[in-house]
Antibody
Framework: QVQLQESGPGELKPSETLSLTCTVS????????WTWIRQPPGKGLEWIGH???????HYNPSLRSRVTMSIDTSKNQFSLRLNSVTAADTAVYYC??????????????WGQGSLVSVSS | QSVLTQPSSASGTPGQTVTISCSGT????????VNWYQQLPGTAPKLLIY???LRPSGVPDRFSGSKSGTSASLAISGLQSGDEADYYC????????????FGTGTKVTVL
């Protein structure tokens, strides 16, 4: 059973860069797509993007100009960087994956989430 | 702003059936499968239904999904207090170079 755990700073100032890492256990990262999703307080879910184990990434068009994802197969980790954050980027950030389930079109495996607050 | 529209709330008494709709377009639900997620307060979302109507292992058969055209629905029968949660539909959207779109979310309240 794949397990995921997000880690990273919980507080940022406007214009700084958000950096989060997701550590994968119970399975190899060298397959499947690895996804980031966020949820502002009291609001709905937003897909940020995903990265394949080869390093090929695909981002939400609304965030594409500020997002970079990377993957480190030697550490079984993948990461998210979001530049020039504002208060609107305050959210719980989740990492997730299909783990090969449902042909990759669904997300049965999620981390517990990491709250990132942006405030001056 | 989500491309999948859900009612903001739904409610029922214990034992009743609650149905949640998810309205999309030919770019998403019309051509791709629909998944449903349940989010209990303070927790990560949990996959409830995938490929329109299939249940992952461990999900009770009280939860059922269906899809027709550009809309989908989730039915919760035999409503229980533990079903009180937010529910989100989701589907790939093939417009704008593609993205995994979540619905606006529906808060289910057990009266």
């Amino acid at each position: 059973q794949v397990q995921l755990q997000e880690s990273g700073p919980g507080e940022l100032k406007p214009s700084e860069t958000l950096s989060l890492t997701c550590t994968v256990s119970g399975g190899s990262i060298s397959d499947f797509y690895w996804t980031w999703i966020r949820q502002p307080p009291g609001k709905g879910l937003e897909w940020i993007g995903h990265i394949y184990y080869t390093g090929s990434a695909h981002y939400n068009p609304s965030l594409r100009s500020r997002v970079t994802m990377s993957i480190d197969t030697s550490k079984n980790q993948f990461s998210l960087r979001l530049n020039s954050v504002t208060a609107a980027d305050t959210a719980v950030y989740y990492c997730a994956t299909s783990g090969g389930y449902c042909g990759g079109d669904c997300l049965p495996f999620w981390g517990q989430g990491s709250l990132v607050s942006v405030s001056s | 702003q989500s491309v999948l529209t859900q009612p903001s709330s739904a409610s029922g008494t214990p034992g009743q059936t609650v149905t949640i709709s998810c309205s999309g377009t030919t770019s998403n639900i019309g051509r791709n499968t629909v998944n449903w997620y349940q989010q209990l307060p303070g927790t990560a979302p949990k996959l409830l239904i995938y490929s329109n109507h299939l249940r992952p292992s461990g999900v009770p058969d009280r939860f059922s999904g269906s899809k027709s055209g550009t809309s989908a629905s989730l039915a919760i029968s035999g409503l229980q207090s533990g079903d009180e949660a937010d529910y989100y539909c989701a589907a790939w959207d093939d417009s704008l170079n593609g993205l995994y779109a979540f619905g606006t979310g529906t808060k289910v309240t057990v009266l």
